[in-house]
C-alpha cells in the first residue's frame, strides 16, 4: 500500500455532465447572509417559548417567505465549484449536509489545504445536541465523514465512502471551538485509504478512518 497524496488529476467537471455548477465565490452576500439567519431561526424554533398566538403569527410569515423563495430554484443534485490554495479544483453539492455553502444547518464552512490535509474549525450550537451539552454521534461521524471524504477530492480522486469507523474518544461539547482534519494515508488499486480526528482544546474527541472508493468516470 502506498501513501500519496498528491494530486493525481484534475477532478473532472459535472457540468460537462449536466450538472447545474455555479462557483462559491459567486454566490452573492445576501444568500450567504440569509443562510446564516436561518440557522439562528432554527436555534430560535427549537428553544422559544412564545405564546400559540406568536407561534402562529411566525408560522404564517414563515411560509410566506417560503412560497417567495421557491418560485425559483436551483435543481437537486446542483454543485458549487471551489478554488483552493494552489489552484485545485474541488466540487461538492451546494445543499451538502455538512458543508454545503447554501444549506443553513452545514456547520463547515472554512476547510484549507495546509500540506498533505485539510483542516477546518466550527464551533456547534444546540441544533446538534444529542445528550445535554455535547454534540449528536451522528453528527460527530457525518463531520468526519465529510473531512474524510474532501481529501480525496480535494488531492484529485472521485471516491465515495465504501467503510467509515468512528472512535468516539470523549463527548464533543456544543458552544466550543472545535478542530477538524484529515489526510490521506495509503493507496491501494482503487482503495484510498483516509484517516482524521476532532479535537477540542487540543484535545481528540473522535477519530475517523474511511477507505473510500475511487469512482470511474464516464466519458463526458
Known amino acids: 500500500m502506498t501513501v500519496d497524496a498528491h494530486p493525481i488529476a484534475d477532478l473532472p467537471n459535472p457540468a460537462d455532465y449536466g450538472f447545474t455548477v455555479v462557483d462559491r465565490y459567486e454566490l452573492p452576500e445576501e444568500l450567504r447572509t440569509l443562510v446564516a439567519q436561518v440557522r439562528e431561526l432554527v436555534d430560535a424554533v427549537a428553544h422559544t417559548e412564545a405564546d400559540p398566538d406568536e407561534l402562529a403569527e411566525a408560522n404564517r410569515i414563515v411560509k410566506e417567505l417560503t412560497g417567495r423563495l421557491n418560485t425559483r430554484r436551483r435543481p437537486v443534485g446542483a454543485m458549487v465549484r471551489q478554488t483552493w490554495d494552489g489552484g485545485r479544483i474541488d466540487y461538492n453539492t451546494i445543499a451538502n449536509a455538512v458543508s454545503g455553502p447554501a444549506n443553513p444547518m452545514a456547520p463547515l464552512q472554512n476547510l484549507r489545504v495546509e500540506g498533505d490535509g485539510l483542516y477546518g474549525e466550527v464551533t456547534l450550537d444546540s441544533f446538534y445536541e444529542g445528550p445535554p451539552g455535547f454534540v449528536h454521534g ?83
Open 138 to 220: 451522528g453528527w460527530v461521524a457525518a463531520l468526519l465523514d465529510q473531512v474524510l471524504g474532501e481529501a480525496t477530492a480535494v488531492f484529485g480522486r472521485v471516491c465515495l465512502t465504501g467503510n467509515l469507523t468512528v472512535d468516539y474518544r470523549r463527548p464533543t461539547p456544543l458552544n466550543t471551538p472545535l478542530v477538524v482534519s484529515s489526510r490521506i494515508t495509503g493507496v491501494e488499486r482503487r482503495k484510498v485509504f483516509v484517516s482524521g480526528e476532532i479535537r477540542c482544546n487540543g484535545e481528540v474527541t473522535a477519530e475517523g478512518r474511511a477507505i473510500m472508493v475511487q469512482l470511474e468516470t464516464p466519458p463526458a
